[in-house]
């Protein structure tokens, strides 16, 4: 069974600073895709990147982007000039690339924003 | 469009009593999934449907939980009767079959159930 981990229950930066958030994940798969969800106090989940498996290249939007290490089965995201919206919890979601199938969440990390 | 449309957005009830959470996914979503988050175990798999047809349900925890897709439009998910520990916010969440990034998962806003 594919598992998801994060093992920072809780971070927090610094206005203006970078912070990166780890995942780390378990699956026998090779092609998969990879997701980092925000959820911010009024509970919407918000999609903040996505990673396919195949791509070697590290995605990125704007201030998010990941370091992808597939040998490792690492995924991390790293936000920098952090802002006071990005204080949100902060979930790590895979999914296999074949079929539709739903997604497997890590626990979260959340994120505090320091002034 | 509105996006994944949940009701109510809250909801308080008394151990034993039933409750019925309600989903309206994006119109032309081919799959409908059911998410419960908690505390303890983070955001879980409950149910998907495809088509209406649910494919998965290993991960409705009992008996009491049942869901329902009539519709291509709207979904249910029913506790009965409900306990303590059923207290959680749940969401729904549609998907295409087809797009711009393949399966991409739309959520709703969530329902918070608490549970006396």
């Known amino acids: 069974a594919q598992t998801v981990t994060q093992s920072q229950p809780e971070m927090s930066v610094q206005e203006a600073e970078t912070v990166t958030l780890s995942c780390t994940y378990d699956?026998?798969?090779?092609?998969?895709?990879l997701f980092w969800y925000k959820q911010p106090p009024s509970r919407q989940m918000i999609l903040v990147i996505r990673?396919?498996?195949?791509?070697?290249q590290n995605a990125t939007e704007n201030r998010f982007s990941v370091n992808f290490q597939k040998a490792a089965k690492s995924f991390s995201l790293k936000i920098s000039d952090s802002q006071l919206g990005d204080a949100a919890m902060y979930f790590c979601?895979?999914?296999?690339?074949?079929?539709?199938?739903?997604?497997?969440f890590g626990k979260g990390t959340r994120l505090s924003v320091i002034a | 469009d509105a996006g994944v449309i949940q009701s109510p957005r809250h909801e308080v009830t008394e151990m034993g009593q039933e409750v019925t959470l309600r989903c309206k996914p994006i119109?032309?979503?081919?799959?409908l999934f059911w998410y419960r988050q908690t505390m303890m175990r983070g955001l879980e798999l409950l149910i998907y449907?495809?088509?209406?047809?649910?494919?998965?349900d290993s991960g409705m925890p009992e008996d009491r939980f049942s869901a329902k897709m009539p519709n291509a439009s709207f979904s249910t998910l029913k506790i009965q009767p409900s306990e303590p520990r059923d207290s959680a916010v749940y969401f729904c969440?549609?998907?295409?079959?087809?797009?711009?990034?393949?399966?991409?998962?739309?959520f709703g806003p969530g329902t918070r159930l608490t549970v006396t």
């Open positions: 969440a549609s998907s295409p079959l087809r797009g711009v990034v393949v399966h991409e998962q739309y």
């Open positions: 699956t026998s798969e090779s092609d998969y895709y």
């Open positions: 990673q396919e498996a195949y791509k070697q």
């Open positions: 979601a895979y999914r296999p690339i074949s079929g539709n199938t739903p997604l497997v």
């Open positions: 119109s032309g979503h081919d799959y």
């Open positions: 449907f495809n088509n209406n047809v649910p494919i998965d």
